[in-house]
């Protein structure tokens, strides 16, 4: 491991002793009980899941501060759209919203790609 390597994996480590001495402060206090959510599974909404891991945490920040990607909103659409498919009454219904889904699933696959081959670019850069 190089020293740059050290110095990041040291970084990482102090910010995880942070969050975990602040957790354990706000147990203490009682604060963490007093949140909406306590004790519930945490809800990420649409397309979490489908977001590179390297991607979405940054994604999730932006989405709560409501500057949402357009990734994300695209998330959001092909979610409706899956949802809407399943209640198709007709067959040409289905089709067009499989169409549309379909299309609006490339349309992120190709976003995704260029935003995974531009942090590939960057950290060959460094």
Known sequence: MNLAEQKLENRL???EDHIGRSLA???KSGELRTAANFG?????????FET???LRMGF???????FAPPEIELMREIGVFR?????????????TKRTRLTELQLKLA?????LR???????NLL
Not at 60 to 66: M, N, T, V
Not at 117 to 123: F, T, W
């Open 83 to 95: 949802e809407s498919l399943d209640a198709a009454t007709s067959d040409e219904d289905r089709t």
């Open 13 to 15: 480590r102090m910010v």
């Open 52 to 54: 590179p891991e390297e």
């Open 40 to 48: 519930k599974p945490l809800d990420f909404g649409d397309g979490y």
């Open 60 to 66: 999730k920040i932006l989405k709560d501060a409501g």
């Open 25 to 27: 402060e706000s147990e």
């Open 110 to 114: 190709m976003q995704m790609e260029r």
């Open 117 to 123: 081959s531009a942090r590939q670019l960057n950290q």
